[in-house]
């Protein structure tokens, strides 16, 4: 229930609340909305240190933690998208997936700076 009520606070634009919410989780349960739904609120509040922090974490414990692997896939409208990514860069995850996590095939929305263009064969 508590990651409920924290996610709905994200959806508010009510970071405190859901900061507060979130620091009520024991740690060592965590999983990677844990991460992201932290960082992003203390990312929100100008908490850049935490955030970066926290970040930092989430990676180290799911290394295929990136804006791509969690805003790409096809659960998202535009809006919510739009907003997930922009937090997210905000909170300092890294942009794009690794090629392994892009041919599992979940990924359905890409970042523009993470699609390289093909090399055109002269």
């Not at 203390?42 to 935490?50: F, H, N």
């Amino acid at each position: 229930a508590i990651r409920f009520i924290r996610g709905a606070f994200i959806a508010a634009d009510r970071y405190e609340e859901a900061l507060a919410v979130h620091n009520r989780l024991a740690k060592e349960k965590y999983v990677d909305p844990d991460y992201i739904d932290g960082a992003v609120a203390m990312a929100m509040l100008d908490r850049g240190d935490e955030a970066s922090a926290l970040v930092a974490e989430g990676v180290k414990n799911y290394p295929d933690l990136t804006i791509e692997s969690w805003t790409g896939t096809s659960d998202w409208g535009e809006a919510d998208r739009a907003k997930a990514v922009a937090q997210m860069r905000k909170a300092g995850f890294p942009a794009c997936s690794s090629p392994v996590v892009i041919a599992e095939g979940q990924i359905v929305f890409r970042l523009p700076e993470c699609v390289q263009a093909k090399a055109v064969a002269p």
